[in-house]
């Protein structure tokens, strides 16, 4: 059951909030052990103390979009005195002080938050393989990779473990996994949905989002999780939430594609470097589209430099962020090596650090330290924002054009376990089509195609606050030609 059908059942009494837990709670206990969606599983206490609550709100009548909805949480999300580690062994003991303002809402609004879901350490990866807690696998076909960084919440949610999760996408992690896995993923623009909570990666790129097998489930969780936060000082003051009505019923304007002008960057979806399965389904949605819709060729000049501008600007931010974990102030203290005391404090540091971050985080420190320091400064990060500034100028003209465009989200399938994880440019390569939207700032999601008994990610993208129109997108395509 998809998460509307859930609250309409829980609303009108035909089942409890008790009930539908209870249910995700079975599935979470048998497929985890499997898929190790999950890093913590919540205590039965903290989920019935939510359960309650949610059944007294709907008893008095005291309803919102997410009441009684079982949610999981990317474990780079704080929640008061639970562990947000973000997959690493430098915050394994850290326990959070106190709660991101998206989970403040969801725990406001009556939603069942019943764990915190696995992903690449700090949020640095494409497959979920960088995790300090394990693999995560692919309910699709257990060999595969999930997708990443958001591969624990992309895994519950398409295993059925809870109806509704929420991931953060810096350069990818919410679309990808969501590609991978066959669900619905939104990376919302930035600003719309409050950073503050979240552990910072690449703060000028990283944004929460959520994730569901429908994209009215997503409208209904946006309308919860979006609109301006005083404690996140890049969050925007003029937001019109308006993703559902009073009767929770998403506000799609559109009842049809008609007319609509659809940019499609043909070149891309036609090169030899995408998978023949992806090309074929991308290309049958949009014959399928042209019916309806004005198809019009785009072209992105700059799409070779997103890639290298991407992760110099990531690995720039991540490398000043992550100085805070040093030992003294947050998480994981070595105070002994070889037997013997630690006894001065840059030494503390450097094996704290040495043993708690994992080699693509240490990767990522190496890279963005050598492009912000004296001397590499101008050559790359200073080049890498200029660039920045062509992606986001390109977007702009498109937009001129175009109401949406639609591309792969991955030039590839799934691949296996194992298959990329020695080779950081070909794991990379996987975020060649979903960064650019990161750099621009732009909303992006990720809606699965049936192809073939197989689910292809294809990604819609808007212009600057254009997430519900994407929503509504997808729900038509959803209803009329999937
Ligand atoms: N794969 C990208 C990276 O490793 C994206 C990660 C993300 O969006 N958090 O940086």
New binding site residues.
Partial sequence: MIAKEILKNLITKKISVKEITDKYLENIKTKNSILNAFITVFDEDFINKQVERAQEMINKGNLTPVVGLPVAIKDNINLKGYPTTCASKILSNYISPYNATVVEKLIYNGAIIVGKTNL?EF????SNENSYYGVVKNPLNLEWVSG???GGSAVAVSADMVPLALG???????R?PAAFTGIYGLKPTYGMVSRFGLVA??SS??QIGPMAKDPQDLALIMQVIAGYDPKDSTSYKDINVDFVNEDFEPNFELQSLKGLKIGIPFKIINDQGVDKTIKDATNKLINSLAKECEIIEIEFPYLSYSIPC??II?SSEASSNLARYDGIRYGLRIEEFNNEPIEDTRTLMKITRGQGFGL?VKR?IMIGTFCLSSGYYDAYYKKAQQVRTLIKKDFEKIFNQVDLIIMPTSPTLPFKIGEKINDPIK??L??IY??SV?LSGLPSLNIPIKYNDFYIGVQLIGNYFKDKFLLNIANLINTYIN
Wanted: glycine content about 12%.
């Fill in positions: 690449d949020a640095m990866g494409s990443g960084s958001s953060s996408d810096t350069g990818g992690s919410i990808l990666y690449a790129l990283d991407y992760y990531a693509e990522r794991m990379y996987s975020d979903t960064v990161n």
